[in-house]
Each structure stands twice: as structure tokens, then as C-alpha cells.
């Protein structure tokens, strides 16, 4: 029975004590210091500090756990594994005269990195579209101080968005950080990440706590897109001649392609290209070329095909040639004909033959 009133007024001291220490004076002029000012240590990781007071006062630390080593103005305090997650350690002393403590507290951070970080898209699995809104959800578990938790999310290298809790739990807590992004042609193929770091200031470590979660890919459906112009210019072409329309286009899925020409041309395989190598008048008019893909886009060519009129044109001018040709080379033997036959008249030539002698 004695016993049990021991333990009972013990207890009642202790908590009178604290009510007292609990209840001290920050604001007095001779604070107890502490070195170092602060500390951020990690779960399960030793720690220690020390507490100087003024001279001729006697220093004492509360502390919920750890060892103490009181000595008249300093004090001295160390802990094997730090596993308070909010701690409240304080050096006091009496001030003289009064029944009041003067007293400093010693901000102690408790952090535990992340245990894992993951990333994905929220409600969605497969292919997305082009134009369209997603969420890219961060998940983070198991870390604290969430309030000092930076969390970046990256497409690539390029770092999209930067994210903080409101939260102000001490304790190891799981939050999902989200982030929405419209998608576009070049997001196809895109890896996204994320990583969750620890700002623990001077007080942390040199390198802070980073963890990254892995790579994550996207498929967006887009297009077709068509590479030339959508309402292309006139084609004139020679007949003869090679006929090549092009409606190329780019998409994912990739684009198909149907033709219809003409009812006077043949009907062409699929593909972007298509080729006539020699035209015919009759294969004039309007092409239309439909690519499909995600949508349907239609290309309209109008193809104008002129005759072929070089050859008539060679044979009128070797005509013409010929034509000029044939008055001038007879006139040219007429010319020459009666030269030759004034050049030896019959007069001259019996007025050159030798005359007899007497």
C-alpha cells in the first residue's frame, strides 16, 4: 500500500513539473542556448545536443526520451535511435526569486524519406486522344514531414509541374499529388515521371532525399495530318507526260488512302502517291484523295492535261525548211546552168582552132 502512494506522488511531481516547464517563459532575457540551434534527424538515427544556461543558474532538460547529463550550467543530451516523432525537448532553468522557468526549445525534425513513388494516369489506361485533358497522378507513400515534401512531375526533361502538401502531419503519411495536361501530337511516345524530395534545410542532410518513381509511356491517337496543302493548286500537265499527286500524311494510328479518279482513268492502287507515267487527255479532271485515320481529311486535285502539239510543231517547221529549200536550190541550178553555158559559147570555141598555112 505504501508502495502504491510512492508511485502515485512520484507521478503527480513529475506532472506537476512538466505543468511548470510547460508553462515557462520564452521571452526571458537570459535564454538557455542550445547547440546545435536545431536538429533534422532521421527515423531511427542517433542524435545529441547540448544546453548551455546562464552563469550561477543551474540548467535541467526535459526530454521524452534519450539520455541526460545535467551539469550546474550545461547540460547534455543524446539519443540512441531518434523514434519520437514529435518530440518536445526543452533546457530551463529557475529564474531567481520567482517561481517562474526561463526555458528554449530545441526544434527537432523527425523525417523518414518516401518508401515508394509511382506514377500514372488517373482513371485511364490505354491510348489517348489528341486534345484532350488527362491527370497525371504522383503517388507517395510513407513519408514525413509531409509539409517539407517537394514533388516534381517531368514529361521527358522538361519538368511540368511542382507540387506541395497542405498537409501538416508529423507522422509518416501517403498523399496523391495530381497534375493535368493537355495532350498533342508530340506527346506520342512521351515518357512522364516524378520524384519526391525531402527540403529539410541547413539542418538536413548535404544531399537531400530524392526518390523517383519509374518511367511511364503515352500513346495519343492524332491526325491525319496532311504534309502539303489541303486545297492544292491547279496541275497542268502535258499529255504524255508523267501525272504524280501526292496527298501524304502523318497520324497514329498511320493513314489510309483511297483514291477516286476520273471516270476515264484507271483505277489506281492505295498508297499516297499516286502516279500515271503517261497521260491521256481523257485522264483529265478531278482526283480525290481520302486519307483516314482517326478522322477522314479529302484532297481534291484538279488536273488540267494540254495536248501534246511539239511534234506538229517540228513537222510544220521542218515543212517550212523543206518548203524554202527546194525554191532556192533551183533557182541555184538555173544560176548555175546558164553561167556554165555563156562560158562556152560555139562561136568562141571554133574562133580557138589553129587556122592552115599558105
Given at each position: ?5 510512492m ?69 547534455h543530451?543524446?539519443v ?12 530551463y532553468?529557475?529564474?531567481h ?7 528554449t526549445k ?7 524519406p518516401?518508401k ?14 489528341e ?8 503517388n ?56 519526391a ?16 518513381s ?5 500513346t ?17 500537265v ?17 493513314p ?22 503517261s497521260?491521256?487527255?481523257?485522264e ?21 492535261v ?8 517540228i513537222?510544220?517547221?521542218?515543212i ?6 527546194i525554191?532556192m ?11 556554165r553555158?555563156g ?12 587556122r592552115?598555112t599558105?
Amino acid at each position: 500500500m505504501a508502495v502504491s502512494y510512492m508511485l502515485l506522488l512520484v507521478s503527480f511531481m513529475n506532472v506537476l513539473r512538466d505543468f511548470r516547464v510547460s508553462s515557462c517563459i520564452e521571452q526571458c532575457k537570459d535564454k538557455p542556448v542550445f547547440t546545435p540551434t536545431s536538429l533534422a534527424v532521421m527515423y531511427g538515427d542517433s542524435a545529441s545536443a547540448s544546453c548551455v544556461v546562464c552563469n550561477g543558474c543551474e540548467g535541467r532538460l526535459e526530454t521524452p526520451l534519450g539520455d541526460k547529463e545535467e551539469n550546474g550550467t550545461t547540460v547534455h543530451w543524446k539519443v540512441d535511435r531518434m523514434t519520437e516523432w514529435d518530440p518536445n525537448i526543452q533546457c530551463y532553468y529557475l529564474i531567481h526569486g520567482t517561481d517562474d522557468h526561463c526555458c528554449t526549445k530545441l526544434p527537432v525534425t523527425l523525417y523518414q524519406p518516401p518508401k515508394a513513388v509511382s506514377i500514372s494516369f488517373l482513371n485511364h489506361n490505354g491510348p489517348m486522344l489528341e486534345a484532350s485533358q488527362y491527370t497525371l497522378e504522383c503517388n507517395v507513400e510513407n513519408v514525413a514531414p509531409i509539409k517539407n515534401l517537394d514533388v516534381m512531375i517531368y514529361k521527358g526533361e522538361t519538368l511540368l509541374g511542382h507540387l506541395q502538401s497542405g498537409s501538416q502531419h508529423k507522422k509518416p503519411v501517403s498523399e496523391r499529388f495530381q497534375l493535368n495536361v493537355t495532350t498533342t501530337e508530340k506527346d506520342d511516345g512521351a515518357h512522364y515521371w516524378c520524384k519526391a524530395k525531402l527540403q529539410l534545410g541547413p539542418d538536413g542532410p548535404e544531399s537531400p532525399p530524392v526518390v523517383k518513381s519509374e518511367n511511364i509511356s503515352s500513346t495519343v491517337y492524332y491526325g491525319p495530318r496532311l504534309l502539303g496543302p489541303a486545297n492544292p493548286d491547279p496541275v497542268t500537265v502535258t499529255e504524255g507526260d508523267t501525272l504524280q499527286l501526292n496527298c501524304s500524311a502523318v497520324g497514329n494510328p498511320s493513314p489510309s488512302y483511297t483514291w477516286t479518279v476520273p471516270s476515264g482513268s484507271p483505277q489506281p492502287a492505295s498508297g499516297s502517291i499516286l502516279t500515271i507515267n503517261s497521260v491521256h487527255f481523257e485522264e483529265g479532271g478531278t482526283y480525290a484523295c481520302h486519307v483516314s485515320g482517326k478522322r477522314t481529311i479529302t484532297v481534291d486535285f484538279t488536273v488540267n492535261v494540254q495536248g501534246n502539239y511539239l511534234p506538229y510543231i517540228i513537222l510544220g517547221v521542218i515543212i517550212g525548211v523543206v518548203a524554202l529549200l527546194i525554191p532556192m536550190f533551183v533557182g541555184y541550178r538555173q544560176y548555175y546552168k546558164k553561167k556554165r553555158t555563156g562560158r562556152y559559147n560555139l562561136k568562141d570555141v571554133f574562133s580557138l582552132q589553129p587556122r592552115d598555112t599558105m
